[in-house]
């Protein structure tokens, strides 16, 4: 009796079992954070007390010697010199991350390419195609207002700029990013490509989707002879998803590798200096995906919670690697497993990763402000509605600029007349932003997917 019972407690759940295998990627993917925040504030901490060392035997060496302004200049010399010596540190860890993400960018242009000319195809005609995009337009146009508005009734509720406490910028620094000023002929040159090899060696999404619109629904017009072409098409499409799934097997190593990265060169100190700005900014984040998000999914009879169950990998995946094109190939896997249809997401998607980047769109509003707050300007309520109006246009053309959000809040800090250089204040935690920016990204486009395939049926 005992031995029997000895036997079934060995026994293994069969339910448990397929718990742990189906969320072995998320657990991999919290594991490898957790030790990328351990060794990266190890690192940190081993450069930080060697650093501290030397400004401390400085300062004891020329106290008596060099007056107060050049002990300044070599204690400011000093800081550049750790900062150096912690990119360089960090550098074997964000090649781990490079390889993961160039990896997932090599898989993102053939995989639109293929799943939205399928997709395209199986919708048949323009007319169809132009109302499920008309529908997919207004959904983008409306929560993009929606986040915008968010952003800036946090900012100015919460005052984050007028709460923390950091030292300023030098006046005329160089902040490292380029205002790129948007005109009708960029947007409509960065939309229609000239050509979509080109596009699809950049990674440009948009004009693969204008190119992929035509191809599609040309294929379609032909008849017989155009289900040879979608047939062979729709067999790249799975090839890629099979490619996916290969390399997410590399994914805890990619997060690893990016989370590491950051905390040598950051370290763990810079949450206390900017822990109300991250409060406000998260706080903000949680209350569009888990307010109005899981609104509109009510609305439209959608369970938000199983929608979320199922794109929590992606989710998770986007935060830990700060990138939403991360989890653009795992999210269209995730999202027709949840029962949406193929024509619609390989439609929707696509377009949400150029106009529908909820997270960046609400952060262009709150960072602007928080650094005129930082400057103490007040930015009067006209202005605030003026910048928004700007923002729903500006944001939609600068699909495709790496650094897009930080480029677009440059460009509104030089139209407001708000220094430029205040930007550099953000540059510390604008990462740890960006992971919270990106999963709500991942979270707005597929709650978007779901709406336009209930609204289309």
């Given at each position: ?15 448990k ?6 969320n072995a990627?998320i657990?991999s993917i919290?594991?490898?954070m ?5 060794v990266?504030?190890?690192?940190n901490?081993k450069y ?8 401390e035997e400085t300062v004891s ?13 070599l204690i400011k010399q000093i800081?550049?010199d750790?900062k150096q ?9 964000s ?13 993102i ?18 007319k169809?195609?132009?109302r499920m995009?008309?529908k997919?337009?207004?959904y ?10 968010i ?6 509720v919460?005052?984050?700029?007028k709460k923390i406490?950091i030292?300023?910028p030098?006046a005329?620094v160089?902040?490292?990013?380029k ?5 009708a ?5 960065h ?11 950049h990674?440009?999404i948009l ?5 992929a ?6 294929a379609?017009s ?7 072409i979608?047939e062979?098409i729709?067999a ?7 490619v996916t799934?290969?390399?997410m097997k ?23 200096s900017y822990?109300y ?13 888990f307010?109005?998000?899981m609104g509109i999914c ?5 369970n ?6 199922f794109i929590?990998?992606?989710v ?14 795992k ?6 497993d949840?029962g ?6 390989s439609?929707?998607l696509?377009l949400g990763?150029s106009?529908?980047?909820?997270g960046?769109i609400m ?8 650094i005129?707050q930082?400057y103490?300007?007040?930015?009067t309520?006209a202005?605030q509605i003026k ?11 600068m ?5 897009a959000s930080?480029?677009?809040i440059?460009g509104?800090?030089?139209?407001f007349?708000?220094p430029?250089?205040g930007l ?9 932003l ?8 991942v ?12 609204w289309?049926k």
């Amino acid at each position: 009796m005992a031995e029997k019972q000895t036997q079934a407690s060995l026994k293994v759940n069969p339910d448990k079992l397929f718990m742990l295998k189906k969320n072995a990627l998320i657990i991999s993917i919290l594991i490898a954070m957790l030790l990328g925040v351990l060794v990266g504030t190890l690192i940190n901490k081993k450069y930080t007390s060697a650093f501290t060392e030397i400004k401390e035997e400085t300062v004891s060496n020329y106290n008596s010697i060099l007056p107060e302004n050049e002990q300044h200049y070599l204690i400011k010399q000093i800081d550049r010199d750790e900062k150096q010596q912690k990119k360089e540190a960090s550098s074997p860890f964000s090649l781990l991350s490079d390889i993961f993400l160039r990896l997932i960018k090599m898989i993102i242009a053939p995989l639109v390419f293929s799943v939205l000319i399928v997709g395209v195809a199986k919708i048949g005609d323009f007319k169809t195609v132009g109302r499920m995009g008309i529908k997919t337009l207004v959904y983008f146009t409306c929560a993009t207002l929606i986040a915008l508005t968010i952003g800036l009734v946090i900012v100015n509720v919460f005052e984050p700029g007028k709460k923390i406490h950091i030292d300023m910028p030098e006046a005329g620094v160089d902040n490292g990013v380029k205002i790129q000023p948007q005109t009708a002929k960029n947007f409509i040159s960065h939309i229609i490509p000239e050509s979509v090899v080109d596009s699809m060696a950049h990674n440009e999404i948009l004009p693969i989707v204008v190119f992929a619109i035509f191809f599609g629904v040309a294929a379609a017009s032909l008849g017989n002879k155009g289900k040879i072409i979608i047939e062979f098409i729709d067999a790249v499409s799975h090839a890629m998803f099979k490619v996916t799934n290969y390399v997410m097997k590399a994914a805890p190593i990619g997060v690893f590798g990016a989370v590491t990265a950051v905390v040598i060169q950051q370290g763990p100190g810079v949450l206390k200096s900017y822990a109300y700005l991250i409060i406000c900014f998260y706080g903000g984040l949680l209350f569009f995906v888990f307010f109005v998000l899981m609104g509109i999914c009510t609305l439209f009879k959608i369970n938000f919670f199983k929608l979320f169950s199922f794109i929590k990998e992606p989710v998770l995946l986007a935060f830990s690697t700060a990138s939403s094109e991360a989890a653009m190939p795992k999210t269209i896997e995730r999202l027709e497993d949840f029962g949406l249809r193929n024509r619609t997401v390989s439609f929707v998607l696509p377009l949400g990763y150029s106009f529908n980047l909820d997270g960046s769109i609400m952060y262009m509003t709150f960072a602007t402000l928080f650094i005129a707050q930082m400057y103490g300007m007040d930015i009067t309520f006209a202005d605030q509605i003026k910048m928004m109006l700007i923002l729903l246009v500006t944001s939609k053309g600068m699909a495709g600029v790496p650094r897009a959000s930080l480029v677009v809040i440059a460009g509104m800090l030089s139209m407001f007349h708000i220094p430029t250089e205040g930007l550099l204040l953000l540059l510390a935690v604008d990462q740890l932003l960006d992971m919270g920016r990106s999963a709500t990204n991942v979270v707005g486009n597929a709650v978007a997917s779901a709406v336009v395939d209930k609204w289309e049926k």
